[in-house]
Each structure stands twice: as C-alpha cells, then as structure tokens.
C-alpha cells in the first residue's frame, strides 16, 4: 500500500499546478483511484472512450470513468458544464445497463449522486426528485443482507435530506432519519457508518427544530460526543464531529437561549477551524460559516472569525506561486467577496474603529496587496538574511505540500502518517517565522498592516473608506494622528432608494466632518476609498445643485471644496509614496494609441490624432517624447514601453470584464493588453499614466470591494498616479479635456512648464471647472484621479490653452436633481445595490 502511495507521489508532480490526487482505499486497502486531474485525467478518459467502440463490454466502464472525471474536475474548478456533461455520460451508462444486469445498481447512484449535486448547485427539484426515485430502484436490487444495501441506504438518505433542507416536507425528513437508523444497524461504526451517524445526528437536529422534542437534540449531541470519544486526536473525522456538534448545540440554543451552548458551539467552530487534518478550503468555509451564525445571533466571536477566515485565505494564495493561479484559487471563495466591508461593519458595531480599518484593508486589498505583503518582505529578508529567506522558502513549500497530501489521503494509517510529518513540518515552519520576527526590521514578516501603519496614507490629506456592508453603512475617515473617526449613513435599505442623491445622502455628512469638526481648508486633497456599492458611484463629483440660504450664489460641489483622489487600498497608497520618493528619475513619456475600428470591437476613435497632436504640443521639449501607434501599437509594443517610459498616454478602447476581471483590457492591433498582461510585469520607472479609454476605473460588478480594474492594476503595478475613466468615454469631446488636463499639469511652456506629474489630481480638478462650458456633466464625472500626489500647498499654474475664468469660479447652470440622476444613469452607470441573505455553506459529508 506504501509502495503504491509513493507511485503516486511521484505521479503528482508530472500533473500542471492545480492538479490534485485523491487517493481512496478499496475493499482490499489496496485499490487506489485517482479522484480528478483537471484536464490531464479528463483527455485520458476521452482518449478511452474513443478507442472503445459502441457495444464493446468496457464502453460502460470507459463512459463512467470519464464522467467520474468530469465531476471531479467540477468540485476542482465549477465548471456548470462539466456537471451537466457527466449526468448525460451517467444516463448512457444507465441506458447500457437495463435492470437486472451487473452494475446496475451502480448506475443509478452514479446518476443519482451526480444530480444531487447538480441540485445543491441550482435549486433543480426535478433533477431531486428523481434523484431519490433512482436511489429508491437501487434500494431495491439491495434485499436485507445484501453487501451494498447499508451504502444505498446512505445515499438515497442524503438525497431526502437535500430535498428537505429545500422543501422542508416532514414525510422526507421523517424517512431520513429511519434510513440512517436502519444503515447504523447494520454495520459497525467504521470509517463509511460513521458518516451515517453524522447525518443521522443532522436529521435530529432538524427535527428537533421542527416538533422541539428534547429526545432529537440530545439523542443527535449524544451521538456526535460518542464519536469523538472513539476518535485518536488526529483522526479526519473528528472534523466532521465538531462540525455536527456544533449544529446541535446551535440548535438547542436557537430553541431554549441556553448561553452555555452558544459557548459549547462557538468552541466547537474554533475547533473544526483549526483541526489540523483539513486544508485551507475546508477551513475557510467552516470560518466563514461561523461569521454568518454569529453575525445572526449577535456573538462577539465574529470579529475572531472574520480575523480567521482572512488569515486562512492569506495562507491559501501564499501557496500559489503565479498571479494566474492565485486568481483562480481565489475564484473558488467566490462568497468571501462582501467579507471585508461585512467584518469592518462588525468592528464598528463592537466600537473597534481601528481593527475595522485593519480587517477592512486586509480583506478589501487581498487581490491587490497580497503579492506586495508576501512576496516583498521575503525579497528584502534574502537581501539581509539570505539563509534564512531559503530556509523559509523551503519549509513554506514543504508545508504547503505536506498539507495538502494529508488532506486527500482516506486510510487511516497513510494519515496518520501524514499528519505526523505535517506537524512537524508546521513546528519547524512556526520557528523559522519566529526567527524572522525576532529581527527588529521584520517584526509584522507576514502580518498584514496594523492601524498605526496605514495611518500613513493621510499625511498628505485624510482618507475617507465607505463601507457598504450588508449589515449597515458606514463611514471612517483616516487622520495621520489620533483615533480614526466615524460617521453613520441611512440604512441599506433606505440607500439603495436614495443612493443616486450622492452628496445628501452620502458626501455631505462627510464634509460636515472635514468642515466643522477636522477643520480642513478648502481645496486641501483628500482620498476615498470605496468598498461595494460604493465603487460604482462617482462620489468626486458629488453636487448639492442648490442656491445658499441667503441668496448669495449656489452652495458648492464637492470639487469646489476639496480635491479628490481615489485608491483601491491604504496599503497601494502608502507604496505609491514610498515608490516615488524611491524611484525619481528622469521623465519620459510616451503616447500609446489605437484607434482604428480594425483593432477591436467599437467604433473607431477618429479624434485620437488630433487629441495626440495637442498632447504632443504640451509636453516641454527637454521630455523624451514618443510615439507608439498603427501597427507598432501591439500588445508586445505596448508592454514594452510601459515598462522604459515614466509617464503613458493611453488612447484605444477600453473594456472591463465583469465576471472574469483580470481579463480586463486595452484594444491592441494584435492582441487584447490584459489587465494580467499588466500585473505580471515589473515596471521600476512608472509614475503616471492617462487612460483615454472605456471602463479603466470601475469596479468588477460581482466582487465590487475587490476594486478589481484596469487603473487599480497599474497601481499596482508601480504607477502613482492615474487618470481613469468610470464609464464610456466620448472621444470627440474628450479632447477638450485632455488639452485642459495637461495644460495644468505642465504649465506654460514659454515660462519653463515641466512634466509635473504630482499635480495629476489638483490639474484634474482644474481641468473639470474649466471645460464646464464645453463638455457635457456625465462626461466631466467619467474622469478620475487615483493614486498618490506630493504637493507642498496649492498653486495654480496658467494653462497654455486659453481658458480666461478663474477655474474655481465656474458654477453649473440651472441643474436640478433630476439632472444630476439623469446624468448618473448615462452608460447605465451601476448604483443601485442587490441585498440578499450570505449563503451559508454546505459543509456535510455526502456518501462515497
């Protein structure tokens, strides 16, 4: 058996990253299966299939296998396909086998099985409903006495239970719990019936909180206790018997408000989160479970677990070693996205307004800042203390290996084994990162920031996080001294009514805060940092359209008071600072156009020469200008001189994808420029780029608070300062901004204008009281300012172009409310916010 387990050791590595064994012991504890290998399992399947021709004696075999594969890949990777492909391979199987035949019986739980999960997935009742019909065929062919009967009984048990938790009919429920009763009867209490007596235990507790009859809760509790006390420490089912306790002590308290049992399930949450024989996804989804039922019910635990579940996460990307790969493991926590705004809330509710700011940033920033927490310190700790970064290195890989096999293994012996040597390796692990930390410079190595850090990103102006939790909404506003301060909103309900009347309902509190309490004189810069619902809005250009109470002229907008920059994080900021006092070079700049309608989807951009032609004129003639455009404007040109040019000007089409984000993009000639293209590059000049295109600065439409978009990920890539856009943008009076944008930003060229990159934001703010008369409002809000800007006090600089009117004494005309919603909803500019209920996962063990 040991021999085998090593054959498949040395299988593994031969696999692509992702790839997973899952090694499970037959009748004999000797057959050994491999459970899923992504597509390399799959086309040896196919490869199967096809050589075996219809009718042969193995088709049968060779269907089955591939459709095992194919729901193996779907648990790895959900794809919605794969599912419905392996459910049409099962009922071919099925079709080959009429009853009476051998294997029979192994068809229809093969087909039930795959539907049930199919069910879990999309709520089909009639792909439930015969599920059971087809459990209840093979209970049939499986007479008392028959060796298979205690597994169907189990199976077509679990499918009653599903359909019950959906369904909630009283028959279903009543016919699982004598199920699980007949199945434990009729067996020992080995490795299989100890996963019915789990969901007999659950069955129980649903009882019990449908009739509330105390024999059910102690009968389920009494069980599960009973299971643990036949358990050795490190045994994979003591997991499981946490979690089910767990349930039944959240259910007599939900019932009989007893305090001890919430305590009694809390601790068995902490339990089940920790047990060292589950992986990172396995005890993430227990943490997050354990957010949602102490959130319902008020606990304090919920700060511990918010602060759990982001810890695990962290360690679950930190073993992936690509961007690619970090991506897609992220893409499996898909129901982690509202996590962050949801623990800030839950910090503000416990009045802890720093730890809100620190969990808000570590679950908000995850995508961006991760790569930047994990990988830099380990980069500097090899130029200090080269042994020690590889001897980190290494143990890190080993962990990361060794928790994974344990994971997968299922004999009871080969884990043991395992997490023996997991352990020690984890012992080992602990010691070097205590080693680190013991150094002065690398106390917080792997940390994520605390407060006390992230208050630097306010030195140069406050910054403002919006929280749009599904609890509540709140703001925090970030000062560089003193405790952060708060301030409420409406209720999300009532938000997502008024929400389109952003400077009532949302930008004025704030400003009465920055006003009347901070003291902050006007024009002084301030950041936001939206999470959620929030990063759709463009709360920059938010504008109470009213006359003063006396009379004297009309009350001003945001921008007349305060210049406004965004950011993705407080981590990006505080880096953006940090990398541009490091990295000053000299400027060069180079412009980046394509227009053409052969280059992509759109209409062609017929203004992009004219609005180069004027750039061009702009910029001071001791600046490196060049040019990259046509045929040269390709996705290998465009990278290139990201990378050799300090400031970009970007003008093509623009597209952000809303369900897969990082495969937003720039319109190239030849190829799409992606906003993974970007990332993966090291751009050690960057300081400031203009995006002339589409959707460059909206957040992903499902995962909102992760900011995920194309101007967030040059940030991130190294640039400190960025023009974005919000919406569509209108080339044709674009133009007129960009002119007005640069002639701020440079100044006057006959009086010694340079390339002046950290006036970006306050040239911005200029340039949008200055073409008031010449661009339309929803085309002034597209553009924004993210990123950082080093100014000592503000000075208006005269723009070559020839604007006459001071810039901040333009004042809107005749634009009521109406106007400003019409204007929001122009290029269906997203603001209103779905609430729905966090799903709590499923995390019961189903039959083999």
Same mark, same amino acid.
């Not at 071919?92 to 051998?102: D, F, I, N, Q, T």
């Not at 990123?787 to 004042?811: D, S, Y």
């Given at each position: 058996?040991?021999?085998?387990?090593?054959?498949?050791?040395?299988?593994?590595?031969?696999?692509?990253?992702?790839?997973?064994?899952?090694?499970?012991?037959?009748?004999?504890?000797?057959?050994?299966?491999?459970?899923?290998?992504?597509?390399?399992?799959?086309?040896?399947?196919?490869?199967?299939?096809?050589?075996?021709?219809?009718?042969?004696?193995?088709?049968?075999?060779?269907?089955?296998?591939?459709?095992?594969?194919?729901?193996?890949?779907?648990?790895?990777?959900?794809?919605?396909?794969?599912?419905?492909?392996?459910?049409?391979?099962?009922?071919?199987?099925?079709?080959?086998?009429?009853?009476?035949?051998?294997?029979?019986?192994?068809?229809?739980?093969?087909?039930?099985?795959?539907?049930?999960?199919?069910?879990?997935?999309?709520?089909?009742?009639?792909?439930?409903?015969?599920?059971?019909?087809?459990?209840?065929?093979?209970?049939?062919?499986?007479?008392?006495?028959?060796?298979?009967?205690?597994?169907?009984?189990?199976?077509?048990?679990?499918?009653?239970?599903?359909?019950?938790?959906?369904?909630?009919?009283?028959?279903? !429920?009543?016919?699982?719990?004598?199920?699980?009763?007949?199945?434990?009867?009729?067996?020992?209490?080995?490795?299989?019936?100890?996963?019915?007596?789990?969901?007999?235990?659950?069955?129980?507790?649903?009882?019990?909180?449908?009739?509330?009859?105390?024999?059910?809760?102690?009968?389920? +509790?009494?069980?599960?206790?009973?299971?643990?006390?036949?358990?050795?420490?490190?045994?994979?089912?003591?997991?499981?018997?946490?979690?089910?306790?767990?349930?039944?002590?959240?259910?007599?308290?939900?019932?009989?408000?007893?305090?001890?049992?919430?305590?009694?399930?809390?601790?068995?949450?902490?339990?089940?989160?920790?047990?060292?024989?589950?992986?990172?996804?396995?005890?993430?989804?227990?943490?997050?479970?354990?957010?949602?039922?102490?959130?319902?019910?008020?606990?304090?635990?919920?700060? &511990?677990?918010?602060?759990?579940?982001?810890?695990?996460?962290?360690?679950?990307?930190?073993?992936?070693?690509?961007?690619?790969?970090?991506?897609?493991?992220?893409?499996?926590?898909?129901?982690?996205?509202?996590?962050?705004?949801?623990?800030?809330?839950?910090?503000?509710?416990?009045?802890?307004?720093?730890?809100?700011?620190?969990?808000?940033?570590?679950?908000?920033?995850?995508?961006?800042?991760?790569?930047?927490?994990?990988?830099?310190?380990?980069?500097?700790?090899?130029?200090?203390?080269?042994?020690?970064?590889?001897?980190?290195?290494?143990?890190?890989?080993?962990?990361?290996?060794?928790?994974?096999?344990?994971?997968?293994?299922?004999?009871?012996?080969?884990?043991?084994? &395992?997490?023996? &040597?997991?352990?020690?390796?984890?012992? %080992?692990?602990?010691?070097?990162?205590?080693?680190?930390?013991?150094?002065?410079?690398?106390?917080?190595?792997?940390?994520?920031?605390?407060?006390?850090? !992230?208050?630097?990103?306010?030195?140069?102006?406050?910054?403002?996080?919006?929280?749009?939790?599904?609890?509540?909404?709140?703001?925090?506003?970030?000062?560089?001294?003193?405790?952060?301060?708060?301030?409420?909103?409406?209720?999300?309900?009532?938000?997502?009514?008024?929400?389109? +009347?952003?400077?009532?309902?949302?930008?004025?509190?704030?400003?009465?805060?920055?006003? @009347?309490?901070?003291?902050? %004189?006007?024009?002084?810069? +301030?950041?936001?940092?939206?999470?959620?619902?929030?990063?759709?809005?463009?709360?920059?250009?938010?504008?109470?359209?009213?006359?003063?109470?006396?009379?004297?002229?009309?009350?001003?907008?945001?921008?007349?008071?305060?210049?406004?920059?965004?950011?993705? *994080?407080?981590?990006?900021?505080?880096?953006?600072?940090?990398?541009?006092?490091?990295?000053?070079?000299?400027?060069?700049?180079?412009?980046?156009?394509?227009?053409?309608?052969?280059?992509?989807?759109?209409?062609?951009?017929?203004?992009?020469?004219?609005?180069?032609?004027?750039?061009?004129?702009?910029? #001071?003639?001791?600046?490196?200008?060049?040019?990259?455009?046509?045929?040269?404007?390709?996705?290998?040109?465009?990278?290139?001189?990201?990378?050799?040019?300090?400031?970009?000007?970007?003008?093509?089409?623009?597209? %952000?994808?809303?369900?897969?984000?990082?495969?937003?993009?720039?319109?190239?000639?030849?190829?799409?420029?992606?906003?993974?293209?970007?990332?993966?590059?090291?751009?050690?000049?960057?300081?400031?780029?203009?995006?002339?295109?589409?959707?460059?600065?909206?957040?992903?439409?499902?995962?909102?608070?992760?900011?995920?978009?194309?101007?967030?990920?040059?940030?991130?890539?190294?640039?400190?300062?960025?023009?974005?856009?919000?919406?569509?943008?209108?080339?044709?009076?674009?133009?007129?901004?960009?002119?007005?944008?640069?002639?701020?930003?440079?100044?006057?060229?006959?009086?010694?204008?340079?390339?002046?990159?950290?006036?970006?934001?306050?040239?911005?703010?200029?340039?949008?009281?200055?073409?008031?008369?010449?661009?339309?409002?929803?085309?002034? *809000?597209?553009?924004?300012?993210?990123?950082?800007?080093?100014?000592?006090?503000?000075?208006?600089?005269?723009?070559?172009?020839?604007?006459?009117? @001071?810039?901040?004494?333009?004042?809107?005309?005749?634009?009521?409310?109406?106007?400003?919603?019409?204007?929001?909803?122009?290029?269906?500019?997203?603001?209103?916010?779905?609430?729905?209920?966090?799903?709590?996962?499923?995390?019961? #063990?189903?039959?083999?």
């Amino acid at each position: 058996m040991h021999e085998a387990a090593q054959l498949y050791r040395e299988l593994l590595p031969l696999c692509p990253e992702g790839t997973y064994l899952s090694i499970a012991a037959g009748k004999n504890g000797v057959d050994y299966m491999i459970g899923g290998c992504n597509e390399f399992l799959e086309d040896a399947s196919n490869e199967a299939v096809s050589r075996c021709p219809e009718g042969h004696a193995d088709c049968g075999t060779c269907l089955h296998n591939l459709a095992f594969s194919l729901t193996s890949r779907f648990r790895h990777q959900g794809r919605p396909n794969d599912l419905d492909e392996a459910i049409s391979l099962h009922e071919e199987v099925l079709h080959l086998c009429p009853v009476g035949r051998k294997y029979c019986d192994c068809s229809l739980n093969s087909v039930g099985l795959t539907l049930i999960i199919r069910f879990n997935q999309r709520g089909d009742i009639d792909g439930i409903t015969r599920a059971i019909s087809l459990h209840h065929e093979a209970l049939a062919l499986h007479p008392p006495g028959h060796s298979h009967r205690a597994i169907t009984l189990n199976t077509l048990a679990v499918a009653l239970k599903t359909k019950y938790d959906k369904s909630h009919v009283s028959e279903d !429920l009543n016919e699982t719990i004598n199920l699980n009763r007949e199945c434990l009867r009729s067996k020992q209490l080995d490795y299989p019936q100890r996963r019915n007596l789990f969901n007999l235990s659950s069955a129980l507790c649903a009882h019990f909180m449908e009739t509330q009859k105390n024999e059910d809760i102690k009968e389920a +509790i009494t069980l599960c206790q009973q299971s643990l006390a036949a358990l050795p420490p490190l045994h994979l089912d003591r997991y499981f018997s946490y979690l089910w306790l767990q349930e039944a002590y959240l259910a007599r308290y939900q019932i009989l408000r007893g305090p001890a049992d919430l305590s009694l399930a809390i601790q068995n949450f902490r339990l089940a989160s920790g047990h060292p024989t589950q992986g990172f996804p396995e005890h993430i989804k227990t943490t997050y479970n354990w957010t949602i039922d102490a959130e319902q019910l008020g606990d304090v635990s919920a700060l &511990e677990a918010y602060s759990m579940c982001f810890d695990l996460l962290d360690g679950h990307l930190a073993t992936r070693s690509s961007t690619i790969s970090q991506r897609e493991a992220a893409a499996a926590f898909y129901y982690t996205r509202s996590l962050s705004v949801d623990a800030a809330s839950c910090a503000i509710c416990h009045v802890n307004l720093q730890w809100a700011v620190e969990l808000v940033e570590q679950g908000h920033g995850q995508q961006w800042s991760l790569a930047y927490q994990l990988r830099t310190p380990v980069e500097d700790l090899e130029s200090t203390n080269p042994k020690l970064a590889c001897n980190y290195l290494e143990l890190s890989k080993r962990v990361s290996n060794a928790a994974q096999s344990s994971a997968t293994i299922t004999d009871r012996a080969a884990a043991d084994l &395992e997490a023996v &040597e997991y352990r020690r390796l984890t012992r %080992q692990w602990e010691a070097a990162v205590a080693r680190i930390c013991g150094l002065l410079v690398f106390s917080r190595f792997l940390l994520p920031p605390a407060y006390e850090d !992230l208050q630097a990103a306010a030195r140069q102006g406050p910054v403002i996080i919006l929280i749009a939790s599904q609890y509540s909404c709140s703001t925090i506003i970030i000062l560089t001294s003193g405790d952060p301060r708060h301030g409420n909103m409406k209720s999300r309900t009532d938000l997502i009514v008024l929400l389109r +009347i952003i400077w009532d309902q949302i930008m004025l509190p704030i400003v009465d805060v920055l006003e @009347h309490i901070l003291k902050l %004189q006007h024009l002084s810069r +301030i950041w936001l940092c939206p999470t959620a619902a929030f990063t759709s809005i463009p709360l920059h250009a938010a504008h109470p359209f009213q006359t003063k109470a006396d009379h004297s002229g009309k009350e001003p907008c945001l921008e007349d008071l305060y210049i406004c920059s965004y950011t993705p *994080t407080l981590s990006a900021l505080i880096r953006s600072r940090w990398l541009m006092k490091k990295c000053r070079v000299l400027p060069s700049f180079v412009a980046i156009r394509q227009g053409q309608l052969g280059a992509g989807k759109g209409k062609a951009l017929l203004a992009v020469d004219s609005k180069l032609e004027l750039v061009h004129k702009l910029v #001071p003639a001791m600046v490196n200008c060049t040019t990259i455009s046509g045929n040269e404007a390709t996705r290998a040109g465009a990278l290139e001189a990201l990378q050799q040019n300090t400031c970009v000007h970007l003008t093509c089409h623009g597209k %952000q994808d809303p369900e897969q984000p990082y495969d937003s993009h720039f319109v190239m000639r030849d190829e799409h420029l992606t906003l993974l293209n970007i990332m993966e590059k090291h751009i050690p000049q960057a300081e400031f780029a203009f995006l002339s295109a589409c959707h460059t600065a909206v957040g992903d439409e499902e995962t909102p608070d992760k900011v995920i978009h194309l101007a967030a990920g040059l940030q991130f890539s190294g640039f400190k300062s960025i023009i974005g856009t919000l919406w569509e943008v209108d080339d044709s009076v674009a133009k007129h901004i960009v002119e007005a944008f640069y002639g701020y930003m440079i100044g006057d060229l006959q009086k010694g204008g340079v390339m002046d990159c950290t006036r970006a934001a306050w040239a911005l703010n200029c340039a949008m009281h200055a073409v008031k008369t010449k661009v339309p409002l929803e085309q002034r *809000t597209v553009f924004v300012h993210i990123g950082t800007q080093i100014v000592v006090g503000v000075r208006l600089v005269k723009p070559t172009c020839a604007f006459k009117l @001071h810039p901040f004494c333009l004042i809107e005309p005749r634009l009521t409310t109406t106007d400003v919603i019409n204007a929001l909803m122009i290029q269906n500019v997203r603001i209103l916010v779905k609430c729905s209920a966090p799903p709590r996962l499923a995390l019961k #063990p189903t039959s083999r």
